[in-house]
């Protein structure tokens, strides 16, 4: 089984300003990483995600992600936010190969502040 | 093309009553899953289908619930009787079928709000 921790509930951040949002995931097995998005009132939408190769993955709207398997983390990270990255961000973890059920973690809020 | 679609939106039921959710996967995806989040607590796995069959049901909490996917295309979340414990939001999601040892994406829709006093 797979598990996924989210350090930070929440993330204030000024605008402009960069920011890093942190999770650290658990796997017997081999993983698949995720990084999904909740925006006010909208379903998630996938901001980028990890399958195998390059260990930086770049996603929509100018985040990237780095897989580090030696410290079982998938970090988040933007080098400048705007107001309408203010959202809810989800990491989450699969085991590769086949159809695989993706676990979450809780959720960081990320507030930008104008 | 249209994403997954969910009905209703919102929700808000007593204790015992009997309350039916709707997935509408995208056009083609034959995997389809269902998603619950309680307030404050991780998006939890409830169960996958593969077209019309269930293909993991592990997550689903009770025998109250009961998921169907008719003719593999949109699937039905029924909650019978509902307790409080049961509010939360309820995603579902769809994906193609994937090649062998791939992952495809899953597709998440808006959600459905539960609340049940």
């Known amino acids: 089984a797979q598990s996924v921790t989210q350090l930070d509930s929440q993330v204030p951040v000024f605008e402009e300003a960069p920011v890093e949002l942190r999770c650290n995931y658990s796997?017997?097995?081999?993983?698949?990483l995720f990084w999904y998005v909740q925006y006010p009132n909208q379903g998630l939408q996938l901001l980028l995600k990890?399958?195998?190769?390059?260990?930086l993955v770049k996603g929509i709207n100018g985040f990237e992600a780095e897989f580090n398997k030696s410290q079982t983390s998938f970090h988040l990270r933007k080098p400048s936010v705007h107001i309408s990255d203010t959202a809810e961000y989800f990491c989450a973890v699969s085991a590769s190969g086949g159809y695989q059920k993706v676990t979450f973690g809780i959720g960081t809020k990320l507030q930008v502040i104008p | 093309e249209a994403g997954v679609t969910q009905f209703p939106s919102h929700s808000v039921i007593e204790k015992g009553q009997t309350v039916t959710l709707r997935c509408d996967p995208i056009s083609g995806h034959d995997n389809l899953y269902w998603y619950r989040r309680v307030m404050g607590k991780e998006i939890k796995f409830l169960l996958h289908?593969?077209?019309?069959?269930?293909?993991?049901e592990s997550g689903m909490p009770n025998n109250r619930f009961l998921a169907e996917r008719t003719g593999g295309t949109y699937s039905t979340l029924k909650v019978q009787p509902a307790e409080l414990e049961d509010s939360g939001v309820y995603f579902c999601?769809?994906?193609?079928?994937?090649?062998?040892?791939?992952?495809?994406?899953?597709?998440f829709g808006p959600g459905t709000r539960l609340l049940v006093l």
């Open positions: 990890y399958l195998s190769g390059s260990t």
């Open positions: 289908f593969v077209k019309e069959s269930k293909q993991d």
């Open positions: 796997s017997s097995v081999s993983v698949y």
């Open positions: 999601a769809s994906s193609q079928e994937g090649l062998a040892g791939f992952q495809e994406t899953q597709y």
